[in-house]
């Protein structure tokens, strides 16, 4: 809004003010509907809906939740939903999530998400889809969870990993970086971990007064920008949206809060790109599918020099990239700006790596028909081999059936063989794209 409102201007805050007054609120807050495949202790595996008379294509992705933020942050308002994207798109979408975290769950360490949850649920993802390999996307420590599994088990169905605001570097984080020397003269005896142990992890309102932290500028600017603002429904809508994530945000279990505060936050534990846990060492090298690496501009939680820190450990993906995309934490995701972003990057990068579009659904019967239909084929040659033998000295021209048959045979192997190629140059590259609405100066391909 300009310092002086102009009439149009004015007429729509007093219009937003008042639906806002009657009706509670602007933000068109219904969630996707979706449907229960899996679940198992503090895991749900959902299946988005497709839209009524559309059918899903290509390859399934599976949304990983961080731990203590809601699983809205996939699906935060109708307009600004990732997962409202991806069915429109009709991408068979589905998302893991972990329900209430409660003192019972305290006992529970970093093992048992990349152990039994993220395992499970690209597994239960990929038979739902008929088969196929699941892309996997990881925002903040779901994207941390999402590479320490697929490090750790080379053998899932996972066709490409994107990661949103991970931040592996944790002395790059100038929220964290000047305390770690504080943290690291208790000795694991500090008041933190005294209060962890009694508490069974960090609570609710611990969760969310250090996600408001780490945008304090905009908590003490949000009532002036909201001023600002009156007259832009979708500004005040996003606003309504975001203050709805932070209120539902959820406990972390006592021994994941331990781990990572220990391990992360004071020893800097996966900045070297390996990480000590149960029985075993895993390591980032031992990725072996494509990566896709996001940091937001603005991310307080995540800078861009600590997300960036992951990419020169990625030895063993075929292909990283890296892009800078506007917002911070959670706008990076599922901000104003991520619509022509941060989306449409994913898009690509899916596309890119995907197999052939067709119906998920009918992924598992194709390989079948082919067979079918080869099986006759074979049996038509076998027995055209006798009557070949019986006439083959009265009519030699017999033959040049037969030629022509094998001729127009191999074009069709030629075409076959060249449509990947083609399909592939048609893709644009991701960190270079001129039509890309925003700057992507810091961005940049890193294929090996």
């Known amino acids: 809004m300009d310092l002086i409102p102009k009439p149009d201007q004015v007429v729509a805050a007093a219009g937003n003010v008042a639906h806002k007054v009657l009706y509670g609120g602007l933000a068109d807050l219904r969630p996707m509907p979706r ?58 979408t589905y998302l893991v999530e972990y329900g209430e975290v409660s003192f019972r769950n305290r006992g529970l360490g970093m093992e048992h998400w990349v152990d039994e949850v993220l395992p499970e649920a690209v597994a239960a993802v990929s038979a739902h889809a008929g088969g196929r390999p699941v892309h996997v996307i990881g ?20 066709a490409s990993l994107t990661v949103v605001g991970s931040p592996l570097d944790v002395s790059l984080v100038p929220l964290v970086a000047p305390l770690r020397p504080l943290f690291n003269l208790t000795d694991g005896r500090g008041a933190i971990t005294r209060a962890y142990r009694v508490m069974g992890g960090a609570p609710k309102p611990l969760v969310k007064w250090a996600f408001q932290l780490s945008s304090f500028q905009k908590l003490v600017t949000k009532p002036v920008a909201l001023a600002a603002n009156l007259d832009d429904a979708d500004f005040l809508a996003q606003v309504e949206a975001v203050d709805r994530f932070t209120d539902n945000m959820i406990a972390y279990p006592g021994r994941t809060f331990g781990q990572l505060y220990h391990r992360f936050v004071k020893g800097n534990a996966m900045r070297t790109g390996e990480l000590e846990l149960g029985d075993r060492s895993i390591r ?64 690509e990068w899916i596309s890119r790596w995907s197999g052939a579009e067709q119906p998920a659904a009918e992924t598992a019967t194709k390989p079948r028909k082919k067979a079918t239909k080869k ?32 001729a127009k045979k191999a074009p069709a192997k030629k075409t076959a063989a060249t449509k990947a190629p083609v399909r592939k140059a048609a893709e644009p590259t991701i960190g270079v794209n001129p039509t890309r609405r925003y700057g992507s100066a810091g961005s940049r391909s890193l294929a090996r």
């Open 35 to 92: 449907t229960l495949i899996d679940e198992g202790e503090l895991r749900e595996v959902y299946h988005y809906r497709p839209k009524a008379g559309a059918r899903e294509h290509g390859d399934p992705v599976l949304m990983v939740t961080p731990l203590a933020a809601p699983a809205i942050c996939y699906d935060l308002r109708r307009g600004c939903s990732l997962a409202e994207h991806f069915v429109t798109e009709g991408r068979p």
């Open 139 to 158: 925002w903040s420590l779901g994207g941390i969870f999402s590479m320490l599994t697929a490090a750790d088990r080379p053998d899932l169905p996972i």
């Open 284 to 347: 980032i090298a031992d990725i072996r599918v494509p990566v896709l690496v996001f940091a937001g501009s603005t991310d307080g939680i995540a800078p861009v020099a600590a997300v960036k820190a992951v990419v020169p450990l990625l030895t063993g993906s075929p292909e990283v990239r890296f892009e800078i995309v506007p917002g911070g934490h959670l706008g990076m995701l599922t901000g104003r700006a991520a619509r022509s972003t941060t989306w449409r990057v994913m898009d």
């Open 375 to 406: 099986a006759p084929a074979k049996k038509a040659t076998a027995k055209k081999a006798p009557a070949r033998k019986t006439t083959a000295k009265k009519a030699p021209a017999k033959e040049a059936p037969a030629k022509k048959t094998t």
